[in-house]
């Protein structure tokens, strides 16, 4: 019996994560750091993370609207052209803002593969 309850909650895992990828995958294109740092040039770098993790590190232009921020400074972004998000490795963050703004009429959404732990581009830091 515990046997079936565990494989049932494996499942179940397993699905939830299934069900939250296609959506990501929906709402916006994950990128490498090399396709990532080319589209930096004509987007909108956004890091979701809070402000004193922004202070210690972040890529070099980004600007800081961390996620709890996003709706009221949805003003500040412009929806013709591409958004750039990136924070920590963790992704969840990163993911409600996507589909956030995929929800508010942004078309370019991209993130950054493993976020900032894997950037291999220009930081700053403090």
């Given at each position: 019996?515990?046997?079936?309850?565990l494989w049932?909650?494996?499942?179940?895992?397993?699905?939830?994560?299934?069900?939250?990828?296609?959506?990501?995958?929906?709402?916006?294109?994950?990128?490498?750091?090399?396709?990532?740092?080319?589209?930096?040039?004509?987007?909108?770098?956004?890091?979701?993370?809070?402000?004193?993790?922004?202070?210690?590190?972040?890529?070099?232009?980004?600007?800081?609207?961390?996620?709890?921020?996003?709706?009221?400074?949805?003003?500040?972004?412009?929806?013709?052209?591409?958004?750039?998000?990136?924070?920590?490795?963790?992704?969840?963050?990163?993911?409600?803002?996507?589909?956030?703004?995929?929800?508010?009429?942004?078309?370019?959404?991209?993130?950054?593969?493993?976020?900032?732990?894997?950037?291999?581009?220009?930081?700053?830091?403090?």
């Open positions: 019996m515990v046997t079936w309850i049932a909650l494996i499942l179940a895992m397993l699905a939830w994560m299934g069900f939250n990828y296609l959506r990501i995958r929906r709402a916006a294109k994950i990128v490498d750091n090399e396709e990532f740092e080319a589209l930096i040039r004509t987007g909108q770098l956004i890091d979701l993370r809070e402000p004193a993790e922004f202070h210690r590190k972040h890529i070099l232009g980004a600007r800081n609207i961390p996620s709890s921020h996003l709706k009221t400074s949805l003003v500040a972004l412009r929806k013709e052209k591409p958004v750039l998000l990136y924070e920590n490795q963790r992704a969840q963050r990163v993911t409600n803002a996507a589909l956030y703004l995929k929800k508010q009429g942004f078309s370019e959404i991209y993130i950054l593969s493993y976020g900032l732990d894997s950037w291999k581009g220009k930081v700053k830091t403090s």
